[in-house]
């Protein structure tokens, strides 16, 4: 029996191709048969679901709505992530600070955060109190989920016809989500966040926690937040005994807390009132009779000297004071007193002098605002002065005012430059040549270009094109990569906010802040160790014990090469000897510092220290027009000449690295809360023992002493506190 041949491989293969191809055609043809049944099927079971004229108007806006529902669904949840985060750590006691401050010899000068009294409810509070404050914040609070799109409208309404804020639109829950949560940032982000933990804090509160916290919390001014803490600061009585006049001057301070202060701007304040009880009139509380009585004895707040409250330094002292809580400094300790270094005297001579000089040069140079920071080397801060008028402004300028430095920029490049040419000193040569980067080409102050000259002379004379050229050789002829060292340089200093990087950098087009500029030259008066400003020398707990002290958790930081700072420091005194600081000059004290004027006369400087303090002065306008040909070495330089004339007195010079010692002949004074002890026995019983004043006037006593000793050895009268020194002072910096 013969067998078949077998079937080639080849043959084999192709059989198979075919017989997939088939099948794959059947099947195809099959599916497309059965899904053209199903969508006829389909379609005929529809047409029993089609709808025309006004339903299927209706059907296809509700699809509609459901759609972009679902979309608006998910956006919304994208937005509340990052407001929801806010609530994850325990949000009800993170802000719940209580700190009182001193000053440098142990005198109380002022308090923040909250004073919370739990003993305190709402049901305490008189009736005429809530009722001024729904009328005044929220009148519809308890009809409404967080947020009144009634109330907004209504507001939006009158804001239009009266053509500015004349009316707020958040509610009470929305104000205080900003409370515990948020910051005063006027931005888009922070509206959505405080809509969303409006809503997440009536889900989680009752309407009366709600306001009782709100009560609590908001801020009533002068450093005092709640009512119960506004009525003991503004009316020396428990809250409970308030009058309806005084409920409604307090219930008006929740709008602008410091604008309508009563010990700020009594006028106001009480025009204020009068509008709270129209309020309460309108919103059905009360009747017209019955707060004529209210209208015709308006409340008077207890006397309060705000001269003697240094604000700008105690809003910056407590933020200090929050951040320190964050990275848990204090432990669980909530209840803090903080020694200080502010210097009250030298605090209120700065605002004065500040005051002065605009009101005597402000109108000739067009300057309506400065700021002044003083310090010690280690970054101590002694006194801050935010602006002409707190009642006016609170925005701190000399600690958040961002502006561009102009040539007291410089030191940095200099310093850069130093550091990376061990090579270049002092006394090398430059050139002043024209020098372009791109289409931008720098000018000198008389738009000349003055040729070879000493490192230390185009420092002292401001040139511009010297720096420009540093940041060409430091970065090895890439001037981009020069810039790159000179911001580092100048971040290890001290300078915190970011530089944007452009080619005016080295010559000052960057911004910074006072208080920043302060603690980086503070880097060149202590021989080049970092200066972080601080505000608490010590921390104690409400039972006394010292939980914090800031020379034992906060080790200085070597950042600046001794020979550098030497090299500097020589420069810089040479600035102030024979350049364009003669006016800030210390008789007898050996000073260091720059000018700085920027493009336009937009600002001006003056930062400069001896070996004992630093100090930055800036003046200016908010809105960035031009002042009247300021620079640096004119108004700037004679208010630091004023200011630091003050703040040397009852000090021992000490020399500055790298700058000729003066003779020291005045009394020691303090570095911290140990050295007081440790240098000045006598100081810190003197401090522990008698007020501030007493304090003060025993030290000119003895500067009165002095200087008749002095006298007898040298022949010459004896001087008064303030006397030949300062007057000679004045005269060498008179207006040209």
């Known amino acids: 029996m013969s067998q078949k041949p077998p079937i080639p491989l080849m043959t084999r293969i192709k059989r198979g191709a075919l017989w997939f191809d088939a099948w ?245 304040a009480r025009a204020r009132a009068n509008e709270v009880l129209r309020n309460m009139v309108e919103a059905g509380f009360l009747t017209e009779g019955q707060i004529q009585t209210a209208r015709r004895n308006p409340a008077t707040p207890v006397n309060r000297q705000r001269e003697t409250t240094p604000d700008f330094y105690l809003d910056w002292a407590f933020d200090q004071v929050k951040a320190l809580a964050a990275e848990k400094k204090f432990g669980h300790e909530r209840v803090l007193i903080v020694k200080t270094p502010l210097d009250t005297a030298l605090q209120r001579h700065t605002e004065e002098t500040l005051e002065n000089m605009l009101r005597q040069h402000g109108r000739q140079y067009k300057a309506d605002q400065g700021a002044i920071v003083v310090m010690d080397v280690d970054g101590a801060v002694r006194t801050i002065v935010g602006g002409r008028d707190y009642g006016q402004s609170q925005f701190n300028r000399a600690t958040a005012g961002l502006r561009q430095p102009g040539s007291s920029f410089k030191p940095f490049v200099y310093a850069a430059a130093l550091t990376t040419n061990p090579k270049l000193r002092p006394n090398s040569t430059v050139v002043d040549r024209p020098i372009c980067l791109g289409n931008w080409c720098p ?75 302060a603690a980086s030259y503070a880097v060149f008066a202590n021989g080049g160790k970092r200066a972080d400003p601080y505000a608490a020398w010590e921390v104690r707990n409400s039972s006394g014990e010292v939980i914090y002290r800031h020379d034992r958790d906060t080790p200085p930081k070597q950042v600046l090469d001794t020979r550098v700072v030497t090299d500097m420091n020589f420069m810089l005194n040479k600035v ?25 006369y937009k600002d001006a400087w003056f930062v400069g220290f001896t070996g004992n303090l630093v100090a930055s002065v800036w003046y200016g306008n908010d809105d960035s027009r031009p002042m009247n040909e300021m620079t640096g070495g004119t108004l700037p330089a004679m208010t630091w000449h004023e200011v630091m004339s003050l703040a040397h007195q009852n000090l021992e010079i000490r020399p500055i690295p790298g700058a000729s010692p003066a003779n020291a002949f005045r009394v020691a004074s303090s570095k911290g809360p140990a050295a007081d002890q440790a240098q000045a026995p006598a100081q810190s019983f003197l401090a522990g023992t008698l007020s501030r004043k007493s304090y003060e006037v025993l030290g000119g006593i003895g500067t009165l002493f002095q200087s008749v000793d002095r006298s007898a050895t040298t022949g010459k009268a004896p001087e008064a506190p303030g006397g030949s020194a300062a007057v000679d002072g004045r005269r060498q910096v008179a207006m040209p």
């Open 24 to 268: 794959l055609n059947s099947t195809l043809y099959q599916s497309g048969r059965g899904l053209g049944g199903a969508w006829g099927w389909y379609s005929e079971k529809m047409k029993c679901l089609r709808f025309r004229g006004p339903l299927r108007g209706i059907l296809d806006l509700t699809s509609e709505a459901t759609t972009l529902g679902v979309a608006g669904g998910i956006v919304m949840l994208a937005l509340a992530l990052p407001a929801f985060r806010e609530t994850e750590d325990d949000w009800l006691k993170t802000q719940d600070l209580a700190v009182t401050f001193l000053d440098r010899y142990g005198q109380e000068v002022g308090r923040r955060g909250l004073h919370l009294d739990d003993s305190y409810k709402l049901e305490d509070f008189p009736d005429y109190m809530v009722k001024a404050a729904l009328a005044t914040e929220d009148r519809r609070f308890y009809d409404h989920w967080g947020i009144d799109p009634i109330g907004t409208l209504r507001a939006l309404v009158v804001n239009a016809q009266g053509g500015g804020v004349v009316q707020g639109g958040s509610s009470i829950t929305q104000q205080l989500a900003k409370n515990l949560f948020l910051t005063n940032e006027r931005s888009l982000e922070r509206k959505i966040k405080e809509a969303f933990l409006a809503v997440w804090l009536e889900f989680h509160l009752t309407k009366d926690e709600i306001l009782k916290l709100y009560l609590d919390r908001a801020y009533m001014g002068g450093g005092a937040h709640g009512v119960v803490a506004a009525a003991d600061y503004y009316f020396g009585k428990p809250a409970k005994e308030l009058t309806l006049a005084e409920s409604a001057m307090l219930a008006g301070l929740f709008k602008a807390p410091t604008k309508y202060a009563p010990h700020v701007n009594l006028p106001a």
């Open 443 to 517: 000018q000198n102050y008389g738009r000349s270009f003055a040729g070879a000259m000493p490192l230390v002379s185009a420092l002292a004379r401001s040139i511009n094109s010297i720096p420009v050229q540093m940041s060409v050789e430091i970065g090895k002829g890439n001037a981009k990569a020069g810039r790159a060292v000179i911001v580092d340089t100048a971040k290890r200093m001290g300078l915190t906010h970011p530089l944007t990087d452009s080619s005016s950098l080295p010559i000052g087009a960057a911004e910074v802040t006072p208080i920043d500029m």
């Open 576 to 600: 102030v000897e024979e350049g364009t600081g003669k006016r800030a000059a210390l008789e007898g004290i050996p000073t260091a510092g720059k000018t700085g004027t920027t493009n336009g």
